[in-house]
């Protein structure tokens, strides 16, 4: 293995082979690249001067119910190259870097699964999920109470420029469980700022919404796809950031959304799957979800840390066993729940009421996942009444949500 910075174009020449990216890369790509992976850890598995594999990590912040956080590996760009599959290339990889991580003091790792079968083997399950969200305009009248709730925010058009100046810092208060730290470079992306990369936001529409002081409480970057069919112009809204610090500014920027003139349809991706927008709608078909699908993938290195980081809103107590094949989160751990909701977690030599896989722990201790359809999967060992009380412990009113892809 080697994490030579020097190695960074073979590493990227590797990650775009596999990832089919067969683009030419100029030096505007290549310095984007260089720029947009700063900080980072570049980890490659070496075959003689052949990339056999590549792997990147940093560390950032994963917002947790009660709104703290949590320190968090972060995993992304994981390849291994077709000529050099099943000599246990990913395991060194990922293995060095949990370990690393482990003894950093890092309680948790985060990735996107490409390959869902993959990281359930190194002890990842599934956190949070998103949807894509599909609105037609035609029929998405508000009813009157959220209508007025949207008319108390005055919605308005900025420039690109303005929007990154007001973003970053909105999405500090607007996060929520699952959100994780998002960086300069993907700030840029996001709000059309960034130029010199193939993978800069199209040309698009951008606008906040205010509050009666004239505070930003929410931001909106959208594009449009226009086409014309037997003259009549139809228009599809494509969502591309969409941040709120409060109900009003969510509703407000909602109702901008279906009220765009020539658009028929507003179509919103990786979202949360307990968006209030069917509440907003007299109709409230006009808004359907599809592809939902699992987005953040967690494994548990600390128990205790990771356990006792959160709040939880049901007070309780817990004795788990958690298996964890390589060690790092092995053990028995007594989570006790206080009635503010804060938490104590620590080994103990307390009779087990649960034992589960730490994959399994790693989908459930955000809140976002049902403990009870794990152990129905047989995934879950314990009686019926220490099954339901560990899940009502760990659910979380606010369902989990990442939107942030990396």
Known sequence: MATDSELLLPFLQALRRVFGDHEPVDDAWYAARRELYGGHRLLAMLDGDVVAGT??????????????????????????????????????????????ARERGIPVAVLIASEAPIYGRYGFGVATESVTWT???RAAAFRPEAAERAARMRVDHVTDAELLDVAPGLYGRARGPGDIDRWDNMWRVSTGNRTGDPHNAKPGVAAVARDAAGAVQGVLRLTLDQRWV???????????????????????????????????????????????????????????????????????????????????????AVVLEVRD??????????????????????????????????????????????????????????????????????????????????
């Open 230 to 316: 037997e003259h009549t112009i139809s228009a599809v809204a494509q969502v591309g950031l969409l941040d709120t610090a409060t109900d009003d500014a969510h509703v407000a920027l909602w109702s901008y959304l279906v009220n765009l003139d020539l658009v028929t349809t507003v179509r919103a991706e990786d979202r949360s799957v307990d968006d209030p927008l069917p509440w907003l709608l007299r109709d409230r078909r006009a808004a359907r979800q599809s592809g939902r699908a699992d987005f953040l993938w967690t494994r548990v290195l600390d128990v205790p840390a990771t356990l006792a980081g959160r709040r939880y809103e049901t007070p309780g």
């Open 55 to 100: 792997y990147r990590s940093w560390d950032l912040d994963l917002t947790v119910p009660g709104g703290g956080a949590v320190r968090a590996d972060a995993i992304s760009s994981v390849t291994v190259q077709p000529t050099h599959r099943r000599r246990g290339v990913l395991t060194s990889m990922i293995t060095h870097d949990l370990r690393d």
């Open 135 to 137: 609105v037609d305009v």
């Open 325 to 406: 094949d390589h060690r790092w989160a092995d053990g028995r751990f007594a989570l006790e729940v206080a009635a503010d909701g804060t938490a104590t977690c620590g080994r103990t030599t307390a009779p087990a009421d649960l034992e589960l896989p730490v994959d399994v722990l790693g989908g459930v201790w955000l809140g976002g996942t049902d403990l009870r359809g794990a152990a129905a999967a047989g995934l879950v060992a314990g009686d019926r009444s220490a099954v339901d009380r560990a899940a009502t412990m760990f659910r979380s009113a606010t369902a989990p949500w990442s939107s942030t892809w990396f």
